[in-house]
């Protein structure tokens, strides 16, 4: 067997298609935002009940992400769980003035939300992620070791693989589960804030 890292995976990896959801119902949670005028408590608040959100989703990914008894596409040497155990998740909040305080915030290539979550494989499992997810065409490649050894480039051929989307179904399963916990805890996160900003003004 030789190993898939001396491959050039870019040419394999299939075009991914990006889906955007229009979220409406959060005028109130929008208006009770804006009444955090400390910047950090809003970002708290976002920032917790992100995490508590999608911490459901990337459990459930982890559960449903192939392993290599289901599949023989991982690189020599991966453990079977070496794609269940990359997955990661990160929460981000734009502290941007424009985002925080405008009314209605300009999307920019730099900043096209306030609060963003993602939830991903490591960078050393995505190929196998996405052709997990995607499937792959039978292609040609070139690789440049064996065994971890660099040698000369030789041409091998990858067979076609069917699809067998594990991410997006578990995503489009929970997507509502998602909106409901999101509203709830932001509601919570929001009044809980909102009780330590007054405390702290109190105090001044």
Do not use: C
């Not at 608040?45 to 459990?59: E, H, I, S, T, W």
């Not at 050393?124 to 040609?140: D, H, I």
């Amino acid at each position: 067997m030789v190993s898939a890292y001396g491959a050039n995976m870019a040419s394999v990896r299939p075009k991914i298609a990006i889906t955007q959801y229009k979220i409406t119902g959060f005028k109130h949670l929008e208006q009770g935002l804006n009444e955090l005028t400390d910047a950090n408590f809003r970002t708290n608040a976002l920032r917790a009940a992100g995490r508590k959100a999608m911490a459901p989703v990337k459990d459930a990914m982890v559960s449903a992400a192939p392993t290599l008894k289901e599949t023989s596409i991982l690189p020599t040497g991966s453990v079977k769980d070496a794609l269940k155990d990359s997955i990661r998740m990160r929460v981000s909040v734009n502290k941007s003035p424009k985002m925080t305080k405008a009314k209605k915030p300009k999307i920019t290539k730099a900043s096209k939300s306030e609060l963003r979550i993602v939830i991903a494989t490591g960078k050393e499992a995505q190929g196998y992620a996405l052709v997990s997810e995607y499937g792959r065409k039978e292609t040609q490649i070139n690789r440049y070791s064996v065994f971890g050894k660099l040698t000369q480039a030789y041409e091998v051929t990858l067979p076609t693989l069917v699809p067998k989307p594990w991410m997006r179904p578990t995503f489009d399963r929970m997507k509502g589960d998602i909106l409901f916990t999101f509203r709830k805890e932001l509601s919570k996160e929001i009044t809980k804030k909102a009780k330590a900003q007054a405390r702290r003004k109190s105090k001044k």
